[in-house]
């Protein structure tokens, strides 16, 4: 296995091998605060070919403006086309691939054999992934998609770091693995709840999230069913808690892991933002001092405030169990609520101008976080709309509003408060 | 025109007679450990019965090694396929490329079919595996009548289609069951969760059944139907794909023997004189309801059915 540490010339270990950190982003927005947040590289979807149709995703000329803005920052773009193509999904995949080439996107993630030899055939130049919907979950598997000429396997959501240690052991491929977010609780790509149910091809985009839906178990007898729960019983679920690594980090640096996955197409700008920027604060510690390393408490408080809902460790170190899946509350409700996107600050009046994102007024207690600042917490003064009239609240999306910070804050930094 | 391969999964040794008897030319068998949703669970030992009964009768015996594996499971692979190939399996079944990277190295003269059960979408891909050493691709459940003909045009490999049977809609590593039942504070010990306790959902939303179940690859959850297109074969036949599939999984053996031998019928009745089969077409479906388990009709899945996304 390749060696990811050194040791300086005082004697103390630092990591070689910094593992990329990898943030979904649903439209240009996001790319560029993931980006700025400290995401060494982002992957998106385009019009076709990729999963989450629901997501915004982009067309060719923002895909162009994505690589450009990254390139500035040194980081780069992948671009799912994960779907399993049916026959009448071939048309069109040449010139899409070619596409992709010439505005200059790093790679793509792709699941689908098809696309895989269509993707070395016209577009050569761009790095080919292999999707979490392979379910690969093996070495011998790794081995195969190795030989095949990919650059970078994705691993199912299911392998934990034993299973990842002995497939670094066997081969040598880079390995992508995901961190955080929302998980299938099926192998991906061999589930089909979404077309049975509600006629909607989950293997193309059209998942409708069926696993989350409540059910209720039965045994069927020779005449008729009982019934596997009371009154008082909750539904039968099946949704999965949310992934969330956190702690691990370390290990998964450890073991040479190439690439850790934040999940989320799907998800705000705040939420990206603050999952990228714990994340890119743990990745740094760890590779600067790992014999020294603690995770912060306030790390972990900081990745809460964005949670959508309750999350664990899933397949890391074991099968997860009954206390990873919800059978109550599916979905919890966010503590803190984005309320405003800052767009610029005047240093000599430390006033800031900020775009609403989420209703606020004078008095309430907002808290600002950046990649430049370390979190701080005040109140909201008095408080002005962009003509400089008074206003008792913020009321309106994406209105421009004005007051005093107090503390200096850098345009793209974010304000948040408790929820309500 | 060539007769398919009729393609049949008996519960257990005891039944092979029976399926053949009924018309099956080629049965798939296996077990749990290297094998997903069996219809019976077969030891190496009654493999190699299966083989020396069906072989005798100049039927194919398939084994399935279609599991996801994980990095454990690959220890007993090479063995298992040496074993195979040694008591003259005709083919074996995969979805993992582990089991073809094995293969190539200790049994590189096994035949091999590439089943997933819900990838096999195009012709192209259908075709990348026919070059990675797949003789056969087993298409998804989930595409239309077009579709599978589309493919076949285009395949340079043989295609397998199921044409009766329920289908798999989702597997997960979890124990699912087992997780709901403990949140219930249920002694696991004694709630049984296999197959063998036919589990279903009921999903109220669509007054809809769907069998559940654990066993060591996890949970699986089944579509509420089964398929049945008894009375649609003519584009398949014409189109000449190459096997019919059924599948027995949680249905009992006569059940299994008696849907045998109405398709058997049905292919054969087509190929001799298509218009009596059309005559016939309404009757096949009503023999074939009349031995349908209670609460639990038939469709024709996503033959005529479109999805969006």
């Known amino acids: ?420 | 025109m060539a007769k398919p391969e009729l393609l049949v999964t008996p519960t257990s040794v005891a039944h092979i007679d029976d399926v053949i008897d009924a018309g099956a030319t080629a049965v798939i068998v296996g077990e749990e450990t290297f094998g997903l949703r069996l219809a019976g669970e077969f030891s190496r030992d009654h493999i190699k019965e299966t083989v020396y009964k069906a072989h005798g009768k100049g039927v194919k015996v398939y084994v399935a090694v279609n599991g996801i594996f994980h990095n454990d499971r690959l220890s007993d692979l090479p063995d298992y396929l040496k074993y195979l190939d040694d008591i003259g399996v005709d083919a074996v079944v995969f979805g993992d490329p582990a089991v073809l990277m094995v293969a190539r190295e200790f049994a590189p003269n096994m035949k091999l079919h590439w089943n997933t059960e819900t990838t096999a979408t195009n012709w192209y891909t259908a075709n990348y595996w026919g070059r990675k050493g797949a003789k056969r691709a087993v298409l998804a459940r989930e595409l239309n009548m077009d579709a599978i003909v589309e493919i076949k045009e285009n395949a340079e490999v043989e295609i397998e289609v199921q044409v009766h049977g329920m289908t798999c809609m989702f597997q997960s590593k979890r124990t699912l069951i087992g997780n709901y039942m403990e949140f219930q504070g249920k002694d696991l010990k004694v709630e049984g969760r296999s197959k063998d306790r036919t589990l279903i959902l009921h999903d109220p939303e669509r007054d809809a059944k769907y069998p559940i179940w654990e066993d060591k690859n996890g949970t699986h959850i089944m579509s509420p139907k089964d398929i049945c297109i008894i009375d649609e074969l003519e584009e398949m036949l014409d189109a000449g794909i190459d096997s019919f599939k059924i599948d027995g999984i949680l249905k009992s053996s006569d059940y299994i023997t008696k849907i045998t031998k109405l398709y058997r019928e049905a292919i054969d009745l087509y190929l001799e004189d298509p218009e009596a089969y059309t005559d016939k077409k309404d009757d096949f479906v009503e023999e074939v309801r009349a031995i349908q388990p209670r609460n639990r009709d038939i469709d024709t899945g996503f033959f005529f059915k479109e999805t969006v996304y």
């Open chain 1, 1 to 420: 296995m390749e060696q990811i540490t050194v040791k300086t010339a005082e004697g103390k270990r630092i990591i070689t091998k910094k593992p990329e950190l990898l943030a979904p982003a649903g439209n240009l927005e996001k790319l560029k605060i993931a980006v700025h947040y400290g995401a060494d590289a982002v992957f998106i979807g385009g019009q076709e070919f990729g999963l989450r149709s629901n997501a915004d995703n982009f067309s060719i000329e923002e895909m162009a403006e994505g690589v450009q803005f990254a390139n500035k920052y040194g980081a780069r773009i992948y671009v799912t086309t994960n779907i399993f193509a049916h026959n009448e999904n071939m048309d069109g995949l040449d010139e899409y691939l070619q596409d992709l080439e010439r505005v200059s996107v790093a790679g793509i993630i792709v699941a689908d054999p098809l696309i895989i030899e269509t993707c070395k055939r016209v577009a050569p130049k761009l790095e080919v992934h292999l999707s979490t919907q392979q379910s690969l979950a093996n070495w011998q598997a790794v081995k195969f998609w190795k030989e095949e000429g990919l650059e970078r396997v994705v691993l199912a959501r299911e392998v934990g770091l034993e299973e990842m240690l002995e497939m670094k052991r066997n081969v040598d491929i880079e390995i992508e693995t995901f961190i955080h977010g929302a998980m299938c609780i099926s192998y991906s790509g061999r589930c089909t709840l979404s077309n049975h149910m509600t006629a909607r091809d989950s293997n193309r985009g059209g998942c409708c999230q069926s696993c989350r839906w409540d059910y209720f178990l039965y045994e069927e007898g020779e005449s008729q069913e009982t019934a596997l729960f009371t009154e008082e019983d909750v539904p039968f679920a099946m949704s999965p808690k949310d992934l969330n690594l956190i702690e691990s980090i370390p290990k998964l640096i450890e073991a040479g892991i190439d690439s850790l996955k934040i999940e989320g197409r799907m998800k705000s700008i705040h939420y990206v933002a603050t999952v990228v920027s714990v994340y890119r604060k743990v990745i740094d510690a760890y590779c600067a001092d790992p014999d020294n390393f603690e995770i912060d408490p306030k790390w972990l408080e900081e990745l809460a405030k964005c949670a959508n809902r309750p999350t664990a460790p899933a397949f890391f170190e074991n099968i997860p169990g009954v206390d990873e899946q919800l059978f109550k509350n599916h979905s919890q409700k966010t503590t803190h609520d984005f309320a405003g996107l800052v767009l610029d600050y005047d240093d000599k009046t430390g006033i800031i101008t900020l775009q609403q994102r989420n209703y606020f007024r004078p008095g309430d207690e907002v808290e600002f976080f950046g990649p430049e600042i370390e979190n701080f917490t005040q109140k909201v003064g008095n408080l002005w709309d962009e003509d400089d009239n008074e206003l008792d609240a913020a009321r309106h999306p994406l209105q421009i509003v004005k007051f005093k910070a107090e503390k200096p804050v850098y345009r793209n930094n974010m304000m948040r408060k408790e929820a309500r």
